[in-house]
C-alpha cells in the first residue's frame, strides 16, 4: 500500500473529525441558549476535574470523594435535562464516523502502544481492491469470457501457434480454472502472465 494513498485517508479523516467536532460545537451553542443551565453544569464539571486534577497531585485525596459526588449529581441532573427535551445523552457529545478511533485512523492499547484502526484497515483493503481493478469482477468473470472475441483461424507464422487463438485462450481458460480451485494446494504451481500491456 502505497503512502500516498494513507496520507490522503489520513486527511480524510482528520476532515471529518474536524467536522464532527465543530458540529457538536454547534449543537451545544443551540441548546445552551436554549437551556443556560446545561451550559452552567457543563461550567461545573469543567470546574471540579481541575480540582480533582490539582487534589491528586497534592494527594488531598480527603476531598475527592467529596468531588466525585458533586460530579456525579451534576452529571445526572445534565441527562435529565436531555431526556426531557427528547434527546439523547450523547447530543452534545462529537459523532464520529467510527466511535473506535473517533475519526483519527488509530487506537491506544493497554501498552500504550498506537495500532491502525480496524475503519482505516478496511479503508485501506476497499482503496486496494478498487485499485487493483477487480471492483468488476461481477461483469468481468470466466462466466462472461466471452471465447467469440478471438480468432478460430490457424496461422502458425502470425501467431505462433499450431492451434487458433480461439483455441489457444480456451486451453488458457481451463489452466485459469484448474489454478483457481486447486489454489490452497500447496503443490500448485503459480501462473505467469507475459507480454506487453493491453494485448490479449
Known amino acids: ?9 489520513l486527511k480524510e479523516y482528520e476532515q471529518k473529525k474536524i467536522k464532527a467536532e465543530l458540529d457538536s460545537q454547534k449543537r451545544k451553542e443551540e441548546l445552551y441558549q436554549k437551556i ?3 451550559q452552567q453544569i457543563e461550567d461545573e464539571l469543567n470546574h471540579f476535574a481541575i480540582l480533582t486534577a490539582r487534589n491528586i497531585l497534592l494527594h488531598h485525596t480527603f476531598s475527592l470523594e467529596e468531588l466525585n459526588q458533586k460530579a456525579e449529581k451534576l452529571k445526572y441532573e445534565k441527562m ?17 464516523e467510527c466511535s473506535v478511533c473517533q475519526d483519527t485512523g488509530y487506537v491506544s492499547k493497554d501498552n500504550y502502544k498506537t495500532e491502525m484502526c480496524s475503519c482505516l484497515k ?25 471465447e467469440s472475441l ?45 507480454g506487453n500491456t493491453g494485448l490479449r
Request: hydrophobic residues 35%.
Open 1 to 9: 500500500m502505497s503512502n500516498e494513498i494513507l496520507n490522503s485517508l
Open 36 to 38: 443556560p443551565r446545561l
Open 80 to 96: 435529565a435535562i436531555l431526556q426531557n427535551a427528547n434527546l439523547a445523552n450523547d447530543y452534545l457529545k462529537p459523532h464520529y
Open 122 to 146: 478496511q479503508k485501506l483493503l476497499d482503496a486496494s481492491f478498487h485499485k487493483s481493478n477487480m471492483a468488476n469482477l461481477d461483469k468481468e468473470n470466466f462466466d462472461t469470457f466471452n
Open 150 to 194: 478471438f480468432s478460430d483461424e490457424i496461422d502458425v507464422a502470425k501467431y505462433r501457434f499450431n492451434i487458433s487463438p480461439r483455441e489457444n485462450m480456451k486451453n488458457i481458460k481451463q489452466k485459469c480454472l484448474e489454478f483457481v480451485e486447486n489454489f490452497d494446494n500447496p503443490d500448485t504451481k503459480n501462473l505467469l502472465f507475459t
